[in-house]
């Protein structure tokens, strides 16, 4: 089936750095990927739907001066917070859709703690 | 309003007892219908879907849902629990009538005691 793969699955950083976060679709090429937050004990919150080679779409409340999303290729997204601080500290998940299935493939997760 | 809901925020059952996580979504055209699983620190892992055809659908690891129209539910199910199936289950939507966009319920915590 198809897979989704996220790097880095864990990352710590100091207060005010930046941290990048990359989302592959590793055999389909996916034109729309979304990424998504969780907060412990909770569901997924949708932050933006990322488009290739256009701007992503942020979901309402989502700082997109804070939360940069490129989606450059077809196989590619990345998503940077800028500025970290430990409020931002939380699990992102990534997904990317098939055209061809209309299912919705799951990275494994980054896990960002922010000291 | 459209939304997806899992009326259980949590669920225990012994091993061996049968097993159903509710969902229910309020949209005005049937959207495709998904569970997901979730292990603690772990990603998401698709455990069935539903797009239109079949209205009782097979999933992995014993799951199978039932969606039944009349109530907007797509309810999942499993006759025997395993100890491995302690996990966060997720019901979602998606597909055209969403707007191409996905949504998850809040989830349901399933505890599994011996």
């Known amino acids: 089936g198809a897979v989704v793969s996220q790097h880095p699955s864990w990352v710590i950083c100091k207060s005010g750095t930046s941290v990048k976060i990359e989302c592959r679709s590793l055999?389909?090429?996916?034109?729309?990927m979304f990424w998504y937050r969780q907060f412990p004990k909770q569901s997924l919150m949708l932050m933006a739907t990322s488009n290739e080679g256009s701007k992503a779409t942020y979901e309402q409340g989502v700082e997109k001066d804070k939360f940069l999303i490129n989606h450059a290729s077809l196989t590619l997204s990345t998503l940077t917070v800028t500025s970290a601080h430990p409020e931002d500290s939380s699990f992102y998940i990534c997904?990317?859709?098939?055209?061809?299935?209309?299912?919705?493939?799951f990275g494994e997760g980054s896990r960002l703690t922010v000291l | 309003a459209q939304s997806v809901t899992q009326p259980d925020i949590h669920i225990t059952v012994s091993e061996g007892a049968s097993l159903e996580l509710r969902c229910n979504y309020s949209y005005g055209a049937t959207p495709y219908l998904f569970w997901y699983v979730q292990s603690p620190g772990q990603g998401l892992q698709l455990l069935l879907k539903y797009f239109s055809g079949d209205t009782l659908v097979q999933g992995i690891k014993g799951f199978e849902a039932e969606f039944k129209r009349s109530q907007s539910s797509f309810n999942l199910r499993k006759p025997s629990v395993h100890w491995s199936d302690a996990a966060e289950y997720f019901c979602a939507v998606g597909g055209p009538n969403t707007g191409n966009q996905f949504y998850f319920g809040t989830g349901t915590s399933l505890t599994v005691i011996p």
């Open positions: 997904s990317a859709s098939s055209v061809f299935t209309g299912e919705l493939f």
């Open positions: 055999d389909f090429q996916a034109t729309t």
